[in-house]
């Protein structure tokens, strides 16, 4: 379905698409333990993220993302 769509440049249905993923990688983050103690798996779930990263890249500039600091409590 996103191949059509961005075959056709319809960037807004690309990113109607992309956002349909929010869930399922919310879940994933809420159920996975990423950095695992197991090197083979961690690798694999690194690769993973790393997959999912160059997806929403090719619609996306992150670099524009900025995290502000936050005051720690006194």
């Not at 056709?8 to 929010?22: F, K, P």
């Amino acid at each position: 379905r996103m191949a059509k769509f961005d075959a056709a440049d319809d960037i807004s249905s690309v990113l109607a698409v992309l956002s349909e993923l929010g869930p399922a990688i919310d879940a994933y983050f809420d159920t996975v333990l990423v950095n695992c103690g197991d090197e083979r798996l961690r690798a694999f779930r690194h690769e993973f993220l790393a997959a999912v990263f160059v997806l929403f890249s090719r619609y996306a500039d992150f670099s524009f993302i900025v995290e502000e600091a936050i005051d720690p409590p006194r």
